[in-house]
């Protein structure tokens, strides 16, 4: 199965300021997903992001807010902009896990604090 | 629009009692369901999935679900539990038919005493 290696584990960031997240994936993947979850709650989809396409976002997310980028089969990004403390939250990512029929794999999270 | 329900936020229950936990799901056409876990501390894991064929599936450290696509349901059982069991657990689904996105319940937190 696919194996993701996100970057930064944790960070505490200021508020105004932005947060960029990493998702590397160890093989070519077709859809990348990222995934919001906030304090004692459920996984949140923000956006579907395709190689060589706009991210496609979910509704109650906009690009501005959270921009993406996917350049190649096996990285992408997630930025947090604007930061407030209401963006205190994990974000995820996540692929499929080894072709259809498989599963989801999951990245280990990012775990962001707005201060 | 798809939509994810469990009905039990919390649950706890002592080793070697049985589990099952609920979920019911809307959506007019064909899914997969999942079953996902986290431990605390560490990230999701696949538990189960159910994509077609046989609606009892078998996963992962003894647990199973059924698929019951009359009650739109799919329900995880362990017929006894361990502490290393106390996790969250999350159930999803997707349309079928390609890489498309899922959509989660709430969530079960499960304690086990022992």
């Known amino acids: 199965s696919a194996v993701i290696s996100q970057k930064p584990s944790r960070d505490i960031c200021q508020r105004g300021t932005s947060l960029t997240i990493q998702c590397q994936v160890d093989?070519?993947?077709?859809?990348m997903f990222w995934y919001r979850q906030q304090p004692g709650q459920s996984l949140t989809l923000i956006a579907t992001?395709?190689?060589?396409?706009?991210?496609?976002?979910e509704s109650g997310f906009v690009i501005d807010k959270f921009p993406i980028s996917r350049p190649n089969l096996t990285f992408s990004t997630l930025t947090v902009s604007n930061l407030s403390p209401e963006d205190s939250s994990i974000y995820l990512c996540?692929?499929?896990?080894?072709?259809?029929?498989?599963?989801?794999?999951f990245g280990s999270g990012t775990r962001l604090t707005v201060v | 629009a798809q939509s994810v329900s469990q009905h039990n936020h919390h649950v706890i229950l002592s080793e070697a009692a049985s589990l099952e936990l609920g979920c019911n799901y809307s959506y007019g056409g064909t899914v997969n369901l999942f079953w996902y876990v986290q431990y605390p501390g560490q990230h999701l894991q696949l538990l189960l999935k159910?994509?077609?064929?046989?609606?009892l599936v078998k996963g992962i450290k003894g647990f199973e679900a059924e698929f019951i696509k009359s009650k739109f349901s799919f329900n995880l059982r362990k017929p006894s539990v361990q502490w290393s069991d106390t996790a969250e657990y999350f159930c999803a689904v997707n349309e079928a038919g390609g890489y498309n996105k899922l959509i989660f319940g709430a969530g079960t937190r499960l304690a086990v005493h022992p």
């Open positions: 992001a395709n190689q060589g396409s706009e991210a496609t976002y």
């Open positions: 159910y994509f077609s064929g046989d609606p």
């Open positions: 996540s692929v499929e896990g080894g072709g259809l029929g498989y599963g989801y794999t």
């Open positions: 093989s070519q993947v077709t859809m």
